[in-house]
């Protein structure tokens, strides 16, 4: 990230990073094992005959726990026909905010809002073979509630639950509507824009805090909030079934670089897309995501871009994962949203044996015990990215650069020949050269190799005609300063001239002049 910033420190105010949209899921997991929700049932003293009776009035006490409390409040309790999700236009949460507008609430209850929604759930059927009834769970549809309220610390949020048993229940936090609400606590001015912050006058009391919230207490918030909305939980409790456990369902963690106006970001902006559109591949974004490339690799993995009114969006996808660059007023954000952590590690310790405390990196899960660990991957990969870009070349002073690929150089008294920079296949080698993971991890003449043939050679004197002619090529690119040697090792780098140039003749063959652009696969004969 550094060197993205010290390139552009002169347009730059400052960085904000910190999580953004948290759901948290909770579950009653004593209930699942097979046979536990029957015993359940039996310590409340209901047959399997009578759990559709029972199954209705325990959702009718959450229904009436929720319309009590609105009614309490003097917040309105409504019942929505449809789903009214983000694609419909219309989401539940752009509707409780208008409500909170339109009413002027600050704080508390804001409004809840129940409507019918699929869920995984318990119900009591006939088995033919054994001629009994038992418990089964099956997909179904059910009532959710969904309470919307502003929290005195967390500020906007809200809490649903599902009112068929198991009950589960999902809550959604900020981080930027947490941070914005500490931030005045700390005397620290800030402008904000949606859930980004535009300025703010001390950067480094907004790290602090950003940090803090990393290590957050989840769990006693967490059974606060679906105590407030389960009323059943002391039953459940005294039938000696235990309390909620809760894992992160999804985390997003956001990079914002702060420009010091829209212009400063415009300069470089288009560039930037274009980069990440054109420049990077599968691989690259693996590496983004902290993946390493595998031949048993099965998952897909995407590139994808997107023009919405507020900005354009690239966002690189592996399976759940992924991390997106995106554009709101003076702020650039890198987003790494993680679905499913199992693809990452976290170091563990166990006792073997012999009583030793062994520590190995085994892959990490959803348990709010691992928050801090999110925030770590998630920078991970904001880093890789903007690292990444760091080198996205600028179409300034592009002709100047290509003008010199054009003529011959001497180096050390020997002549390197000229460049064609808009041939197929001088196009194909650079674009292979400016690779994102050769900007992170340099490459040696294998590496280039693999870029430029499409398959491997058995053959000892074509592996050997192939090594030679990438090291012809490699010594014409250190000659017109394209690439340079890393001291004391076999890695080369491509240099910020050589970002210049090859990018200026990449976009002129596949960009500016798409329909010319016939690039051959490979350089094998």
């Known amino acids: 990230m550094d060197i993205f910033l010290k390139k552009h420190e002169e347009s730059i105010l400052g960085v904000v990073e910190g999580f953004d949209r948290i759901i948290f899921k909770g579950y009653l997991t004593s209930m699942f094992p097979d046979g536990a929700f029957g015993r359940y049932l039996s310590k409340r003293g209901v047959l399997l005959k009578d759990a559709g009776k029972f199954f209705e009035s ?12 609105a009614e309490e409040a003097g917040r309105p ?20 905010r208008a409500i909170a507008e339109q009413d002027g609430i600050s704080e508390g209850l804001v409004c809840i809002f129940s409507v019918i929604e699929p869920c995984v759930s318990f119900s009591v059927a006939g088995n033919r073979k054994t001629q009994r009834l038992e418990v089964v769970r099956r997909n179904r549809r059910c009532l959710h509630l969904y309470w919307y309220l502003i929290d005195p610390v967390f500020g906007w949020m809200h809490v649903r639950i599902q009112t068929w048993a198991p009950y589960a229940t999902q809550i959604y936090v900020n981080g930027r509507e947490w941070l914005c609400r500490q931030l005045p606590q700390m005397g620290v001015a800030f402008e904000r824009s949606d859930n980004k912050i535009l300025w703010v006058s001390d950067f480094e009391a907004t790290a602090t805090l950003a940090e803090q919230f ?23 409790a005294a039938a000696k079934f235990d309390g909620y456990w809760f894992g992160i369902d999804q985390a997003e963690v956001a990079t914002d670089i702060l420009f010091k106006s829209r212009a400063d970001l415009e300069r470089i902006h288009q560039d930037l897309v274009h980069a990440a559109v054109t420049g990077f591949g599968a691989t690259d974004v693996m590496r983004f995501l902290g993946q390493k490339p595998h031949h048993a690799f099965t998952g897909e993995v995407v590139i994808d871009s997107k023009k919405r009114p507020e900005g354009c969006r690239i966002k690189f996808r592996i399976r759940r994962n992924s991390v997106k660059l995106y554009d709101h007023l003076n702020v650039l954000r890198i987003e790494t949203t993680l679905n499913n952590p199992a693809e ?3 170091l563990t310790s166990s006792e073997n044996a012999q009583g030793q405390v062994v520590c190995r990196w085994s892959p990490m899960r959803k348990g709010v015990s691992n928050f801090w660990r999110y925030a770590e ?3 991970g990969a904001n880093s890789r990215l903007i690292d990444a870009l760091a080198n996205a070349p600028l179409q300034g002073q592009a002709i100047e650069a290509i003008d010199r690929l054009c003529r011959s150089q001497s180096k050390a008294g020997r002549h390197v020949a000229a460049f064609n920079p808009v041939t197929a296949e001088n196009v194909a080698l650079f674009t292979s050269l400016l690779a994102g993971e050769f900007a992170i991890n340099g490459f040696r003449n294998r590496d280039l190799q693999a870029k430029l043939y499409s398959a491997p050679s058995n053959n000892p004197a074509e592996i050997k005609r192939r090594t030679h002619r990438t090291s012809r090529l490699i010594a014409k690119l250190r000659g017109h300063g394209l690439i340079a040697k890393v001291t004391n090792s076999r890695l080369y780098r491509v240099t910020q001239n050589g970002v210049k140039a090859m990018w200026a003749a990449v976009r002129c063959r596949r960009i500016d002049f798409p329909t010319a652009f016939n690039m051959s696969e490979s350089f094998a004969q």
Do not use: C
Not at 58 to 69: D, M, R
Not at 78 to 95: N, V, W
Not at 214 to 236: E, G, K
């Open 58 to 69: 325990e959702t009718e006490t959450l229904i009436q726990h929720a319309k009590t409390t």
């Open 77 to 96: 309790y409504h019942f929505l026909a449809s789903a009214h999700t983000h694609a419909s236009g219309r989401s539940k949460e752009a509707m409780a």
């Open 214 to 236: 990393n290590h957050t207490d989840w769990p006693a918030f967490l059974i606060r909030q679906v105590a407030s909305v389960n009323p059943l939980l002391p039953a459940i």
């Open 344 to 346: 990452f590690k976290i």
């Open 377 to 379: 991957v998630a920078h």
